[in-house]
């Protein structure tokens, strides 16, 4: 029965080709442009996410000393301290893929070359834990044996003169010979010059790390015990921070969950990108409506043609009564006709949007590019392959429904009031 | 032949029926206490100055309309005990509706016209146009089976429209100036069409007409005027006319 009142609705669409074209084409319209704002800000989170920092960053979670979570086994709420039991005890959640220890110089110390001295941040990590960091050397090697450092990519760019009368800072190149690291010890109560090898420069764009000098955690250890002059227990080290590498993207929340619940406190940009999709979401939610409007238009437009299309067919109208249609039988005919002009206009836009899509995410890869892409952009496109516009299927799906919905609900009030003609009324209509 | 009808059941009973039908705050009453009885298989015309209530007395008795008053039983049913459901289902069994103006689906083609009542009867396709060809060929029409209405004459698009009110099998065919746009050879055909529904299919036929030659066809005229039933050759229902 439904499938002949499809059949029907079909034919009657068919009958008035013109027409359908006209009002699926504001449907067309209003689908297009909520697609295509809506894959904007896909396209838009996309080149965002990827501008954050390497994919490496997004399974980065920085842990920090925290609270006991169960203060009833103490009146103190204990300090949960970064050692090797919380390293342990982080290793071996599900999810983790290694856990970096950091520790720092805890004495004045500096990178010299000549009278140019380099000030900043000395960090010590486990050599077999060091790749794990996400880091990549853009000259020299990866290696971190005893007595070589890698070092981040401004350090180079920061050596000063210390009895200069301002700090110019000077370019030095740290993989030359002969760069000694200078080590205050406060029992001696002076500095003493090491042998240091620069193994390699790591790239920019490593963050909080561009301008840090990492050292193998043996020869930090080593340093803070020589200048302090004690000998440190191992179970009283305490690491500044443990970076955790988590598998995988999906599982980082997860695992930041799980290390918070074990009472120590996280940060890191997958945390970062939580605020960021709900900024996306009120984006989306804003220029979603901006091409609802669009299809809102579309709908009077349908509810429109519906009407006219009632006025022009009441005698047909009365003649299916006639025949034996019920009210509900006239009502389906009518709301399958509107459904297939939200649905026709729904793919047809969806078409459309699609082959804007490729139009400008093609023109932007034809534009010359500047050190970031296209210069009105605030990021780099050519990190998510030149695409600004991103139609995820989900969005495709949503799109065709949505245009279906408006044709049923611009249909609706129509063919009601069809189906509540009464017979001969509607017969008699000239 | 007397004995012969009298055998045959009665498939229409109106007692009292009125309309009235409300322009605003005025009561134009179309039909005015009008009781008739008609038996299966009877042919009968209808006959009256024009807005006499000929077009409106069909309606009610095709279940298109509801009287303001008195009681319709057609086939078995009270009619004003039906809902609006049971009424398009009435009409759908029952009846067989055929217009002055024939009123065709214009887009469509003879057979899908014949073929339409089966839609709502939720035949599937293939049902639908066998016995849509059927009855095109009962008509002398396959021939025409493709052609839209606009292609046709006058008396083709009536035996089209005649053939899809015969599509459901109704017992009963509600005629409302068939032959009003034809010409006169052309309406002669059509009524003899109807006649042969009459007497071969068993149809009982009510037909609306101004034309005496036409009228000529029937079994029975009845006469309206001003809303009024004021002649009936039946005997049955002649005492009740003139009480
Ligand atoms: N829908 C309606 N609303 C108001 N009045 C109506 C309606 N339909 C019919 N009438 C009135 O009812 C009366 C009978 O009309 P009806 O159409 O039954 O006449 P008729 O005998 O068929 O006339 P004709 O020979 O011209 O077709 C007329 O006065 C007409 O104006
Ligand atoms: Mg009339």
């Known amino acids: ?430 | 032949m007397a004995e012969q009808e009298a055998a045959r059941p009665i498939i229409i009973a109106c007692r009292n029926v009125q309309k009235t039908f409300y322009l605003g705050e005025r009561a134009v009453p179309a039909i005015k206490r009008v009781s008739l009885m008609i038996r299966a298989g009877e042919f009968v015309g209808i006959m009256g100055p024009s807005g006499s209530g000929k077009s409106t007395l069909l309606h009610l008795l095709g279940g298109l309309d509801r009287a303001t008053g008195g009681t319709i039983r057609v086939a078995g049913r009270r009619l004003e005990d039906l809902s609006s459901d049971e009424l398009a289902r009435f009409r759908r069994e029952t009846i067989g509706f055929v217009f002055q103006t024939f009123y065709l689906v214009p887009s469509m083609s003879a057979l899908d016209n014949v073929a339409l009542p089966g839609v709502f009867a939720g035949l599937p396709r293939d049902a639908r146009e066998e016995r849509a060809w059927r009855l095109l060929r009962a008509m002398g029409l396959t021939h025409r089976a493709d052609h839209r209405p606009g292609q046709l004459s006058g008396g083709q698009q009536q035996r089209v429209a005649i053939a899809r009110a015969l599509f459901n099998d109704p017992p009963i065919v509600l005629a409302d100036e068939p032959t009003g746009a034809l010409d006169s050879r052309t309406g002669r055909r059509v009524m003899g069409l109807l006649r042969h529904l009459c007497d071969r299919w068993g149809k009982t036929i009510l037909v609306v007409t101004h034309d005496p030659v036409v009228a000529g066809h029937a079994d029975r005229i009845l006469s309206l005027q001003d809303g009024y039933l004021i002649g009936d050759h039946a005997p049955e229902t002649a005492e009740e006319s003139d009480a």
Not at chain 1, 235 to 240: H, L, N, P, S
């Open chain 1, 1 to 430: 029965m439904l499938l002949e009142l499809f059949r029907l609705a079909v034919g009657n669409l068919l009958r008035a080709r013109g027409r359908l074209v006209m009002t699926a084409s504001g449907v067309l319209v209003g689908t297009t442009a909520v697609v295509l704002l809506l894959a904007l800000t896909f396209g838009l989170q996309e080149a965002a996410e990827a501008g954050i920092g390497s994919a490496a960053s997004l399974t980065e979670i920085q842990v920090y000393p925290g609270f006991s979570p169960r203060p009833e086994e103490s009146r103190e709420p204990a300090m949960l301290q970064l050692d090797d039991e919380a390293v342990a005890r982080i290793t071996a959640l599900d999810g983790v893929a290694a856990v970096v220890p950091l520790l720092s110089v805890q004495t004045q110390i500096s990178l010299a070359s000549g009278k140019y001295r380099y000030y900043g941040q000395f960090v010590g990590v486990p050599p077999e834990a060091a790749p794990y960091l996400g880091l990549r050397v853009a000259r020299g090697t990866f290696s971190l044996g005893p007595g070589e450092a890698l070092v981040g990519a401004s350090v180079g760019s920061f050596f000063v003169d210390p009895d200069a009368q301002t700090w110019e800072p000077v370019e030095v190149d740290v993989l030359a010979e002969g760069l000694k690291m200078r080590v205050y010890s406060s029992v001696e109560g002076r500095e003493q010059a090491f042998d240091i090898t620069i193994s390699g420069v790591l790239r920019p764009g490593s963050g909080s790390f561009d301008g840090t000098v990492f050292l193998p955690l043996e020869d930090v250890i080593a340093l803070n015990e020589w200048s302090s002059g004690n000998r440190l227990d191992p179970e009283e080290r305490r690491y500044d921070y443990l970076l955790v590498r988590a598998t995988s993207r999906e599982t980082t929340r997860a695992v930041s969950e799980a290390i918070r619940e074990l009472g120590y406190g996280t940060g890191g940009v997958g945390e970062f990108l939580d605020q960021l999709n709900s900024f996306f979401t009120t984006m989306r939610l804003m220029l979603g409506g901006i091409g609802g409007v669009a299809l809102v238009v579309a709908a009077f437009g349908v509810a429109n043609t519906m009407m006219m299309a009632i006025l022009e067919r009441t005698r047909e109208i009365g003649l299916m009564k006639a025949l034996g249609a019920r009210d509900r039988d006239v009502l389906l005919i009518f709301l399958i006709e509107s459904m297939l002009v939200g649905l026709s206009g729904g793919l047809a836009g969806l078409g459309a949007a699609y082959a804007l899509q490729n139009a400008i995410n093609g023109a932007l890869t034809a534009m010359p590019q500047g050190q970031g892409g296209p210069g009105f952009l605030p990021f780099d496109l050519s990190q998510v392959g030149n695409r600004l516009i991103v139609i995820p299927p989900e969005l495709a799906l949503f799109a065709v429904l949505l245009a279906v919905l408006v044709g049923l609900g611009a249909g609706a009030l129509p063919a009601v009031r069809a189906a509540r003609l009464p017979p001969v009324v509607a017969l008699q209509q000239e």
